[in-house]
């Protein structure tokens, strides 16, 4: 089997820096190029017909566009982008029913072990009183806030609760002066320094409290978990996927 051709959105950025030299290095793959949202229309069409997969880390205005080229090249689609809102992501499902598609908020395999992990333990005390809080750090450049990662482990916390995420989250406490309803999913956000990421998920009861913890010492397990979702999303030929399936 031939490599697989590798494009690279959002390739200036931080993430995009990291996936680019490592493209250049794993065998299994070959870089086909990066663009940025900046680039002219003739230039991220040329990257997107010459390659089989493009790994989109950029940032959500590039979604639309980075859709409709990859649907017209037939070319599958990795989504690492945070920020997502629910019109992309039926965006994403629509042109799934096309083209093999795999959207994750994180692609560390730790974390997605640690998704797992929060929606068992929500599940098993959700008829304890347990409150559940969601503490999350980065780097100070990143713009989004509370961070992808953080909004996923509070859907799954949500869903071992069998309730919806929109339903419970508390994203800011400043402006109420009511106390803490039962069932609250609450955030905290922390940006600072050159950190790639820290989540802790808290299960905090009257008597003990559990935390569930995932630290990322550098971003390599960012991009070794997208170049993997690459590789897989290269042998589908549809659908809309996420790290689990990987597993």
């Known amino acids: 089997m031939d490599n697989i051709q590798i494009g690279i959105s959002g390739y200036l950025g931080r993430m995009g820096q990291e996936l680019v030299n490592h493209a ?6 070959n870089y086909a190029g990066g663009f940025d949202i900046k680039d002219t229309n003739k230039i991220i069409n040329e990257i997107f017909d010459k390659s089989d997969v493009v790994i989109d880390f950029s940032s959500p205005l590039a979604i ?5 080229l990859a649907v017209s090249n037939k070319t599958a689609l990795v989504i690492g982008t945070t920020g997502l809102n629910e019109k992309n992501i039926n965006q994403l499902k629509n042109a799934s029913k096309k083209i093999p598609i795999l959207v994750s908020s994180n692609m560390s395999l730790g974390v997605n072990l640690l998704f797992n992990l929060v929606e068992k333990t929500a599940s ?6 347990y409150d559940i809080e969601i503490a999350e750090t980065h780097h100070k450049h990143k713009k989004d806030a509370p961070s992808g990662t953080a909004i996923s482990l509070g859907e799954y916390a949500a869903k071992g609760r069998k309730t919806k995420l929109k339903n419970v989250k508390v994203l800011d406490r400043t402006k109420t002066t009511t106390v803490r309803k039962k069932g609250d999913i609450g955030f905290s ?25 995932h630290k990322a010492s550098n971003r390599s397990i960012f991009v070794s978990g997208a170049i993997e979702a690459s590789i897989f999303v290269s042998k ?12």
């Open 236 to 247: 589908k030929k549809r659908g809309f996927f996420n790290m689990k399936d990987l597993f």
């Open 24 to 29: 250049k290095k794993d065998k299994r793959i």
């Open 64 to 68: 639309k566009q980075n859709i409709d």
């Open 189 to 213: 956000v922390t940006r600072g320094g050159e950190v790639p990421g820290e989540h802790t998920v808290s299960f905090i009861g009257h008597n003990d409290r559990i935390d569930l913890f």
């Open 124 to 129: 098993i005390l959700k008829d304890a009183d």
